[in-house]
């Protein structure tokens, strides 16, 4: 049973783990977490995924303020734990809590030969609107997609 809560300090060394093995071209450091962490939930939103006493996934938005887009700085979910929904409840979390803080759209980027993930976004109205050359790493490009609030 996959189960949901928001991250603690001591999650930072298992995330930042992950984030050499999934991001391996840009992953964030453990300072980078620490700087994420203290913004929440004044400008920032995380949430983990366990499955027993496992992380197997976590999720981030960055909203400055209200009536400006919220920017997904992260979904990141285990390749065996893939597939199960988790992606999409991380999804619904994010956009749920940008919402009642009045963002006017959702930003994210996603790496262009991830199909699935990008399926996934544009089955919850996420559509591409530019392109990010090498922006995960040389040869890597990400495609810019955005969901607008009406």
């Given at each position: ?8 300090a ?8 992950y ?8 992953p ?26 496992k ?10 303020a ?6 997904i ?29 009045g963002?006017?759209?959702?930003m ?20 591409k ?22």
């Amino acid at each position: 049973m996959i189960t949901y809560r928001q991250p603690i300090a001591l999650d930072i060394p298992v995330l930042a783990t992950y984030e050499k093995e999934l991001f391996p071209y840009s992953p964030w450091s453990t300072s980078q977490f620490k700087e994420e962490f203290a913004g929440i939930p004044t400008t920032r939103y995380m949430s983990v995924a366990e499955s027993g006493n496992k992380v197997v996934g976590y999720c981030g938005v960055f909203l400055p303020a209200p009536g400006v887009e919220a920017d997904i700085l992260t979904v990141a979910v285990l390749p065996d734990f893939r597939r199960q929904g988790i992606a999409r409840e991380f999804m619904r979390q994010i956009e749920q809590w940008s919402k009642e803080r009045g963002a006017s759209a959702m930003m994210l980027e996603v790496e262009q030969s991830n199909s699935a993930a990008i399926e996934l976004y544009k089955s919850l109205g996420y559509m591409k609107i530019s392109v990010r050359m090498d922006y995960y790493g040389p040869g890597q490009d990400a495609f810019v997609m955005r969901k607008d609030f009406n």
